[in-house]
């Protein structure tokens, strides 16, 4: 299982918040930079780049960070948040990115989406998938769909999507756990599905879970800035 460390960004800066909530917003440092060197430096591949002012405001904001990161370390990016056109896409893999994924643009052109996977390939795009109780969460976790989520996994699946990566809103940053049974549950219903698990990891024990359960990846942020895991460990289990 691929062990992604999180990096979300406002204004610039390196921050975590909890269920979304950009009024819970934590500044844990002032140089996201610094931040991507010390998870390389650990040995680490891979980087989950989140874009929260660009996913609130529906733009790409913070491309330059990206760009710095990926000048900078050998750290292998996935980007979210704001993309919403192929001008979009374009930047993003122009400042390093490997991966971009398509969030609320999913849910909300879900043609323009294709057009990407058909233009950079299955491989290259991450269909998001936030689910918040029960709904599928759009806009920064701001609003949420009607559509449902088989309707949306099957439309992505036959159209030959690989990746998916999935936060269960409520878990996110509590530190109280994944959503195990939801994580089980696509697995079980897409087995085709590479799917990425985001959302209240809280220790070594809940990675170890995850990997055996065959998840692709897990995204960690915030028990990693909190001190509930360190770069040792996750270094140990890449």
Same mark, same amino acid.
């Given at each position: 299982m691929r062990i992604i460390p999180a990096i979300d960004i406002i204004e610039g800066k390196c921050v975590r918040l909890t /269920?979304? $909530?950009?009024? =819970? &917003? &934590?500044?844990?440092? @002032?140089?996201?930079? !610094?931040?991507a060197k010390s998870f390389a430096d650990a040995g680490i591949t891979y980087l989950h780049l989140v874009d929260l $002012?660009?996913?609130?405001?529906?733009?790409?904001?913070?491309?330059k960070v990206l760009e710095q990161i990926a000048a900078k370390t050998p750290l292998r990016i996935d980007f979210g948040g704001g993309l919403k056109t192929q001008d979009d896409l374009h930047i993003v893999f122009e400042c390093g990115a490997v991966q971009a994924t398509a969030g609320s643009i999913a849910i909300k052109d879900r043609d323009e989406v294709?057009?990407?996977? +058909?233009?950079?390939?299955? @491989?290259k795009i991450i269909v998001g998938l936030d689910v918040k $109780?029960?709904?599928?969460? *759009?806009?920064?976790?701001?609003e949420t769909s009607e559509l449902k989520v088989t309707d949306f996994? +099957?439309?992505?699946? +036959?159209?030959?999507? =690989?990746?998916?990566? =999935? *936060? +269960?809103v409520a878990k996110d940053g509590m530190l109280e756990g994944p959503?195990? /049974?939801w994580y089980n549950s696509l697995q079980r219903d897409y087995p085709n599905l590479k799917v990425v698990a985001s959302g209240g990891i809280r220790g070594i024990d809940d990675l170890i879970h995850l990997s055996e359960m065959g998840l692709d990846g897990a995204i960690i942020g915030k028990a990693?800035? @909190?001190?509930?895991? *360190?770069?040792? @460990?996750?270094? !140990?289990?890449?």
């Open positions: /269920q979304g $909530d950009y009024g =819970s &917003k &934590k500044v844990y440092n @002032e140089n996201p930079v !610094e931040v $002012d660009g996913a609130r405001t529906g733009k790409v904001v913070n491309w294709l057009r990407w996977i +058909d233009i950079y390939g299955t @491989e $109780d029960g709904k599928i969460a *759009t806009s920064g976790w701001k996994l +099957d439309f992505y699946v +036959d159209a030959g999507a =690989s990746y998916t990566v =999935s *936060t +269960d959503a195990f /049974q990693i800035y @909190e001190g509930a895991i *360190t770069l040792k @460990e996750l270094s !140990e289990l890449c």
